[in-house]
């Protein structure tokens, strides 16, 4: 079946700019993760969604950062007034139920901000 | 909060050799642990994983082992084949917590 799916898969836009990521989990998947991964890095936990609550949000890294989940699927990443230091691979993930299943991973967006 | 050290962060081994990555954790109250293969370009994918109530699972050419005592646990891949060379990462979910804590992942080279 299908897998999660994340667009665009490259975005690059200047300092100062919004941007939006879109992640669509796989069918079915109550829980959605966002991740986001530095050139050479592990992937750092951003937010967790359970339905379309986010109970676990310790991951933002400022109040630029802020992610949505609408009708249990679809989940949009938005990023207030890029900066250089957001430049990352941001990657979603979802899982059946909950935090103890397995997470699988999306492709990923790569973000570039000049 | 948890914290996960991955060892070595490059590997370079010939083909049909055995390879073996590290991992630590801190926090004892962890008990679930992933390992996932990230090829260049692409999501990462698990291809193993282990909870705390087994020491050791095995499939086909890779296994995880885990020492719960000594807070560590290993991945490693016998009879290795050049569509194994990727970065690999390990992670720890804390027991209660709903995110994966990463190693800084390493990165295996077969030479054919």
């Known amino acids: 079946g299908a897998g999660v799916s994340q667009s665009p898969s490259n975005k690059v836009t200047e300092k100062g700019k919004d941007v939006e990521l879109r992640c669509d989990p796989i069918?079915?998947?109550?829980?959605l993760y966002w991740y986001r991964q530095r050139l050479g890095q592990g992937l750092e936990f951003l937010i967790y969604?359970?339905?379309?609550?986010?109970?676990?949000k310790s991951g933002l890294p400022s109040d630029r950062f802020s992610a949505e989940r609408t009708g249990e699927s679809v989940s949009t990443l938005t990023i207030q007034r890029t900066q250089q230091e957001d430049s990352a691979v941001y990657l979603c993930?979802?899982?059946?139920?909950?935090?103890?299943?397995?997470?699988?991973f999306g492709p990923g967006t790569r973000l570039t901000v000049l | 909060g948890e914290n996960v050290e991955q060892h070595p962060s490059t590997l370079s081994v010939q083909e049909g050799d055995s390879a073996v990555i590290k991992c630590t954790y801190s926090?004892?109250?962890?008990?679930?642990f992933p390992w996932y293969k990230q090829e260049l370009g692409k999501g990462p994918q698990l291809i193993i994983d282990?909870?705390?109530?087994?020491g050791e699972k095995k499939d086909q050419r890779i296994a995880v082992t885990l020492n719960k005592t000594a807070k560590h646990f290993s991945l490693h891949i016998t009879e290795t084949q050049p569509e194994d060379s990727a970065v690999y990462f390990c992670a720890a979910k804390v027991q209660g917590a709903q995110k994966l804590v990463f190693g800084q992942g390493t990165r295996l080279t077969i030479n054919p």
């Open positions: 926090d004892s109250a962890s008990n679930y």
């Open positions: 969604f359970q339905g379309n609550s986010a109970p676990d």
């Open positions: 993930a979802s899982s059946l139920r909950n935090s103890g299943d397995t997470q699988y």
């Open positions: 282990i909870r705390s109530n087994v």
């Open positions: 069918s079915g998947h109550t829980a």
